[in-house]
């Protein structure tokens, strides 16, 4: 004791180097115990992994059951499904070059005496986009997807005459791949920073599940007209339609000019009463008088699953 009154700084010196050695000893010992837990947690996930690569993963018979209920009732969906798909769509009947000949014919005739009755004007030689199969018969193979167009194409001008537009100034059909299988496909140049994925040497291509058959449609009408094809179209339950493409160009470019002349005021009437309005002239409507011409373009899907 009196050798710590006598070195007093020594003393506290050695007392702080030990505080400062048992903080140490406390920490390396806590870091170590942490070290200890996290290799033997290490430990344990290593061989838990291996333990389940190890495992066979096919499942119980309860769970194997279960799996294929649910399979058995979704692919039972699925075929529902596709058969409100199809049933929503145009069918495909099995003709003759012959006989679409006549069907087209027969088509033509038709619509041109409903265009007659509906007071709509057609283009010249109207043949529903058809032209080349009225003096050619087309490919056995083909016939009965060009007879599935026609009915969709049957829809589309049925819906243009019911509205009564003005007139159908143009129509034009793409034709669909099958038609020209013999002949030649061009290869498309590639767009500027485009990439052509290539195809690898006896790869099977993946089916295409969605086709389309594609229309250029222009026609003027009335803009109530306009909006009830519209409609109609994007509303139709025999066929599925997009419109892909819709251009609406008014016949009247400018507006109406402003008018500054002062109408006369009649002078009032000696019967009149008091409360009774004045009649006053009729009415003239400077927008909504005037016409549109609507162009578009027009996918009719067909399903091929």
């Known amino acids: 004791m009196k050798w710590f009154q006598q070195n007093r700084a020594f ?15 406390a920490l390396l010992y806590w870091r170590w115990s942490a070290g200890n837990d996290a290799r033997r947690g290490f430990t344990e996930m290593v061989a838990e992994r291996y333990r389940l690569g190890s495992l066979d993963p096919f499942p119980n018979d309860a769970n194997y059951r279960k799996v294929q209920g649910y399979l058995e009732r979704y692919s039972a969906a699925l ?16 003709l003759a070059p012959n006989e679409f000949q006549s069907r087209l014919r027969q088509a033509t005739i038709a619509m041109a005496d409903r265009a007659r009755l509906n007071n709509v004007k057609l283009p010249d030689r109207f043949q529903l986009g058809f032209d080349e199969f009225t003096r050619t018969m087309p490919d056995t193979p083909v016939t009965p997807l060009l007879g599935q167009e026609l009915s969709q194409i049957q829809m589309l001008i049925n819906i243009l005459l019911d509205a009564k537009v003005d007139s159908v100034t143009s129509f034009h059909r ?20 485009q990439r052509i994925a290539a195809t690898k040497p006896g790869s099977t291509p993946a089916p295409t599940l969605i086709q389309r058959n594609v229309v250029d449609v222009s026609f003027k009408a009335s803009p109530s007209a306009a909006r009830k094809v519209i409609n ?5 339950t025999g066929q599925f339609f997009i419109i892909r493409t819709l251009y609406v160009h008014n016949e009247k470019d400018k507006g109406p000019p402003r008018e500054r002349a002062t109408v006369p005021t009649p002078p009032p009437s000696p019967q009149a009463s008091p409360g009774q309005p004045s009649p006053g002239g009729a009415l003239n409507f400077i927008v909504g008088n005037e016409h549109i011409e609507v162009s578009a373009t027009i996918e009719m899907l067909r399903f091929s699953f």
Request: contains cysteine; aromatic residues 4%; negative net charge.
């Open 232 to 236: 109609e179209i994007t509303a139709s």
């Open 11 to 25: 003393g506290m010196l050695l007392i702080g180097f030990a505080i400062c050695a048992l903080l140490t000893g």
């Open 79 to 94: 075929d529902k499904f596709k058969g409100q798909l199809k049933s929503e769509v145009a069918p495909a009947p099995p």
């Open 174 to 193: 793409a034709p669909i791949s099958e038609e020209h299988k013999g002949s030649p496909t061009p290869t498309p140049s590639p767009a500027p920073g």
